[in-house]
T-cell receptor, first 113, second 112 residues
Framework: NAGVTQTPKFRVLKTGQSMTLLCAQD?????MYWYRQDPGMGLRLIHY???????AKGEVPDGYNVSRLKKQNFLLGLESAAPSQTSVYFC????????????FGEGSRLTVL | RKEVEQDPGPFNVPEGATVAFNCTYS??????FFWYRQDCRKEPKLLMS???SGNEDGRFTAQLNRASQYISLLIRDSKLSDSATYLC???FGGGSNYKLTFGKGTLLTVNP
């Protein structure tokens, strides 16, 4: 059972480079989320989507863009990476917005030099 | 002020001990609460939901106190495998804009 799959799992970027993280879920969930996790900061919501074709800003959206062209995929883009974006990124999905269980991917560890 | 605040920990307890974590929330309109568990360098996974009446799942008991705006997690008879970070989570918002807000987590280490 795949669940939520994130690619890539590891990536090293230079400042100013761009990249896209892909999240795919096979549970037919409406809701998808991108979080970042930093030491001492906990999980912080970057962007989220309540359905195909929709996106919304979370707590820390600056420097990131997202797209949800297909229900099963949620892409997170960094247009011009900065060292402050070094973090572990988690994608999650759920069938319900605020009352349902979140299913997480295994995380993507990004380092920006 | 963050919407969800947790005991910072870390907690170091011997096997068999009982340990309790507390979490406070600032938004009285929050609807639902959860405890998630995160093992080192892994993704968070749902441990249990928290209901107003309190709920128990084996050695784990979760309680919600809406008047004082806190939730708690009690672990009885701790096992080595309980070592992990425990995340308190609250849902905020309404309609299609519910969002889950995570506390920073409390690290538990159970020692032999």
């Amino acid at each position: 059972n795949a669940g939520v799959t994130q690619t890539p799992k590891f990536r090293v970027l230079k400042t100013g480079q761009s990249m896209t993280l892909l999240c795919a879920q096979d549970m037919n969930h409406e809701y998808m989320y991108w979080y970042r996790q930093d030491p001492g900061m906990g999980l912080r919501l970057i962007h989220y989507s309540v359905g195909e074709g929709t996106t919304a800003k979370g707590e820390v959206p600056d420097g990131y863009n997202v797209s949800r062209l297909k229900k099963q995929n949620f892409l997170l883009g960094l247009e011009s990476a900065a060292p402050s974006q070094t973090s572990v990124y988690f994608c999650a999905s759920s069938s319900q917005g605020g009352t349902g269980e979140l299913f997480f991917g295994e995380g993507s560890r990004l380092t920006v030099l | 002020r963050k919407e969800v605040e947790q005991d910072p920990g870390p907690f170091n307890v011997p096997e068999g001990a009982t340990v309790a974590f507390n979490c406070t929330y600032s938004n009285s309109a929050s609807q639902s609460f959860f405890w998630y568990r995160q093992d080192c360098r892994k993704e968070p996974k749902l441990l249990m939901s928290v209901y107003s009446s309190g709920n128990e799942d084996g050695r784990f008991t979760a309680q919600l106190n809406r008047a004082s705006q806190y939730i708690s997690l009690l672990i009885r008879d701790s096992k080595l495998s309980d070592s992990a970070t425990y995340l308190c989570v609250g849902s905020f918002g309404g309609g299609s804009n519910y969002k889950l807000t995570f506390g920073k987590g409390t690290l538990l280490t159970v020692n032999p």
